[in-house]
């Protein structure tokens, strides 16, 4: 018994080596590896073997104590300072204006001189970013979020950074982004969030994702990304296209927000060209209305997958003509709305190709109705057609569309009707 209760009070966490504590330790978050110090004299500096780092400070409240702040900054200098001998795997950090941005600086350059490879910044602040930054050569990710101007040094060079998002970033001069953009050889992931720029070029043969989003483009956009496999651009019309060596694109992603003036032709047709080799196109309401423009119209000749998509008071019509150009496809997704006059000659997709038919905003009424009943009677080979409808159908009303698809007739024999 005596043995039995003095093997009950050994601390057997404690006595396990130090890197497997340490890779306990990274399973919490760094205030909480800190606080272990307190446990004992065994663990005082423990939590120095954690290699990510993750510091916040939410100045969101107006009430926030300056004492509160200055408590941070000590924690984070503490943290780095005890870090010394130990490279840095992580480091994201989160703060406002109202911490010293000389503070900050020092925080940032630490980690860099401790080989950090996945740097996050969300900053609030009016500061300058250390210039060993832009020649890390162990950085492999970089998250900007920063309310700065930031100006690009001619001896960028990140070699082995291959994730790189930028948000809320203004960059002065015409080549700043093609600048650090082509400095990144390894590069295969690239993210534009609300930045503001005169000219955007991006020309990488590595590349593999690329948004572009809701981002001020004074100029033209140029890409030339020969890997590039999703390309995703949220934003209002720009002033030039040019939109090359695209032949690796399997999805498309856009989303015009608005077209304020008449006659975009000219551009429309060089950036819908450009996207040509895609296999899967989403299209918002103003980016088919900006698609139909184009003369001529583009033809997608790899196109597999289409889905148009729009609320319930924001479509455009257009799907007939995309069906027509599109042999190749096998699903398709879009607004009832969308699909306004049937073609009286049955595109080549829907009779031999068409697998998955999506159609939203359905409604009870014959036009709906007759627009299902032509997918099932031509389509030969369609394996799933999918109602939604509106939100104010009873279950009874729901039953009734299904009770009518069933009855009509269908050329594929093995074609599912699912109403929701």
Known sequence: MATQVKMENVDRISNLPDSILGYILSFLSTKEAVATSLLSSKWRYLFA?????????????QMLKISTIKSFMCFVDRVLFFHNTVNINAFRLRCGKRVDSDRVYGWISAAIWRGVKHLRLSISLNFTLPGVLFTCTTLITLKLETNLVLNVPKDVCLPNLKILHLKSIMFPNDDSVESLVSS?????????????????????????????????????????????????????????????????????????LDI????????????FEGISNVNILVLSSP??????CCEP??????????????????????????????????????????????????????LYQLKVIEISGFMTNKDCIGKAKYFLENATVLM????????????????????????????????????V
């Open 260 to 271: 304020r003036f008449d006659s975009h032709q000219t551009k429309a047709t060089a950036f």
């Open 184 to 256: 990144c050889i390894s590069l295969v992931e690239l993210i534009i969030c609300n930045c503001s720029t005169k000219k955007c070029n991006i020309s990488h043969n590595s590349l593999k994702v690329l948004e572009i989003i809701r981002s001020v483009l004074y100029g033209s956009l140029v890409i030339d990304t020969p890997a590039l496999a999703y390309f995703n651009y949220t934003y209002s019309v720009a002033r030039e296209y040019s939109l090359k060596n695209l032949q690796s694109l399997i999805r498309a992603d856009i989303a015009f």
């Open 384 to 419: 799933k057609l999918i109602i939604r409808t509106v939100p104010f159908l009873s279950e009874e009303q729901k039953s009734s569309i299904y009770q009518q698809l069933m009855a009509s007739p269908s050329k594929s024999k093995q074609c599912c009707i699912l109403v």
């Open 297 to 350: 119209l583009p033809i997608f000749p790899k196109l597999l997958h289409l889905n148009l998509y729009c609320d319930y008071h924001n479509f455009e019509r257009g799907v007939a003509n995309l069906l027509t150009d599109s042999g190749r496809l096998q699903s398709l997704f879009f607004y009832q709305e969308a699909l306004t006059n049937l073609p009286e000659r049955v595109p080549h997709c829907i």
């Open 287 to 292: 980016s088919l209305k900006l698609l139909k």
């Open 49 to 61: 073997l954690v290699s990510n780092l993750d510091f916040e400070l939410d100045e969101s409240s």
